[in-house]
């Protein structure tokens, strides 16, 4: 492995082709076992959701998970990675988010992609309002403390 | 020199702008003493900073804590508990 991996990071209002990803990371190569895709998506909260706005901070956005995505690499032995976030209206049942992490072995992928994930919902400049059902404004989704736990076990020792 | 300041989602609708320029008086020195000297600033200020513990800062487009010192910033961001992913 050269260990030259470089991240790509889009940050973009359009959706996102999840097998065209993966193809992009992966064709040409035979040097890939494994490839982990997390894509997130706009749930409707039974009903009760009629889209998610999300607003993001242009520019740092972009760094922030440059920066995570570049700890990803330089912690797992990884062959390509790609993340991907929407900002904008995003309906229910659309694309949110993106993770694509390919390594020699499953190891590395699930965990690069799960650090990803983790890091991203904490320190990722984006906030997310919900538009209701019924046409009123809902309220801008809050924080969760699960989140950041989930965030800090990356940082302790790992067993 | 003036520095920017931008905030983003509910601290951004309660002071009502997306972003301003503003001079900083010499005694502020760290992001703690920006949040109190802009909670002073007027009602929408007091409102969006009333818990100053929740507000998330970015300076030059990194986190940075509130102790952090703020000489030489272009740019501080404040806003709340971040919900991407």
């Known amino acids: 492995m050269s260990g030259a991996v470089v991240p790509a990071i889009r940050i973009q209002r359009e959706d996102f082709d999840v097998a065209a990803e993966i193809a992009g990371l992966t064709r040409g190569r035979a040097d890939i076992g494994a490839v982990v895709t997390f894509s997130g998506l706009c749930r409707d909260e039974q009903g009760a959701l009629s889209a998610l706005?999300?607003?993001?901070?242009?520019?740092?956005a972009e760094a922030e998970i440059g920066r995570i995505a570049a700890e990803a690499v330089e912690r797992w032995p990884l062959q390509g990675l790609t993340v991907i976030h929407r900002h904008g209206k995003i309906a229910p049942g659309e694309n949110i988010v993106l993770v694509v992490a390919a390594s020699?072995?499953?190891?590395?992928?699930?965990?690069?992609?799960?650090?990803?994930?983790?890091?991203?919902k904490s320190r990722a400049p984006f906030w997310k309002k919900e538009h209701l059902a019924d046409g009123s404004q809902g309220g801008w989704v809050e924080a969760?403390?699960?989140?950041d736990h989930a965030a800090d076990r990356w940082t302790k020792p790992r067993e | 020199?003036?520095?920017?300041?931008?905030?983003?989602?509910w601290v951004r609708e309660r002071i009502g702008k997306p972003d301003e320029e503003v001079e900083l008086p010499s005694e502020i020195e760290t992001v703690a003493d920006l949040l109190r000297w802009l909670k002073s600033r007027?009602?929408?200020?007091?409102?969006?900073?009333q818990y100053p513990d929740v507000i998330r800062v970015a300076i030059n487009q990194e986190h940075v804590g509130h102790r952090e010192k703020i000489a030489g910033a272009r740019e501080i961001a404040l806003f709340p508990p971040m919900t991407g992913g």
């Open chain 1, 144 to 147: 969760k403390e699960a989140d």
């Open chain 2, 42 to 49: 007027g009602e929408e200020y007091e409102n969006a900073l």
């Open chain 2, 1 to 9: 020199m003036s520095t920017k300041l931008i905030y983003f989602a």
């Open chain 1, 104 to 120: 020699s072995h499953r190891q590395a992928a699930f965990e690069a992609a799960n650090f990803l994930m983790d890091y991203l």
């Open chain 1, 53 to 60: 706005e999300l607003e993001h901070y242009p520019g740092m």
